[in-house]
Each structure stands twice: as structure tokens, then as C-alpha cells.
């Protein structure tokens, strides 16, 4: 059962996907998010690499300027 105090608050979640990316042929598609210190989190979607730990070192170099902040980052592969 989802309750209310369950999702993420709006002011507390970013979302910096670029959603007009078209994944290359022979890519997969996958989908990070990080969670920060302050309890905030951010979605970084269409990341497209040939695996998964391709795939964390795009998630760790776009979020290598507040890396200092960042508590976990949750990386999943997509399903399309």
C-alpha cells in the first residue's frame, strides 16, 4: 500500500533527462537515480550504454561535480 508521505515530494526531486535522445542500435537503455545527502533525488533517464557498468560511469561523470553530496545512486536497465 502507497501512502502519501511514501513518494517524493516535488521540491525535493529533479528530473535532467533529455527525452529527444534516440538510443543507438546494439545500446541499452537505462535509468539512474541519485539520492543526496539533503534527502533530495534526481532522475537521469536515456542513458544509453553497451552495459551496466558503461552505464554507472555515465551516472558517475554526470554527477561528478556533487559527488561530495551524493548518498546512493540506483541504476536500472530498461525494459524496451
Known amino acids: 500500500m502507497f501512502t502519501a508521505d511514501k513518494h517524493i515530494a516535488q521540491d525535493s526531486f529533479a528530473n535532467i533527462t533529455d527525452y529527444s535522445a534516440v538510443c543507438p542500435k546494439g545500446m541499452k537503455r537505462f535509468f539512474a ?3 543526496f545527502t ?3 533525488n534526481c532522475l537521469l533517464s536515456n542513458i544509453f550504454a553497451a552495459d551496466r557498468a558503461e552505464a554507472l560511469k555515465i551516472v558517475l561523470d554526470r554527477f561528478a561535480d556533487c559527488i561530495n553530496y551524493l548518498s546512493g545512486i540506483s541504476l536500472h536497465a530498461s525494459d524496451d
Open 33 to 35: 537515480y541519485a539520492h
Open 38 to 40: 539533503d534527502f533530495s
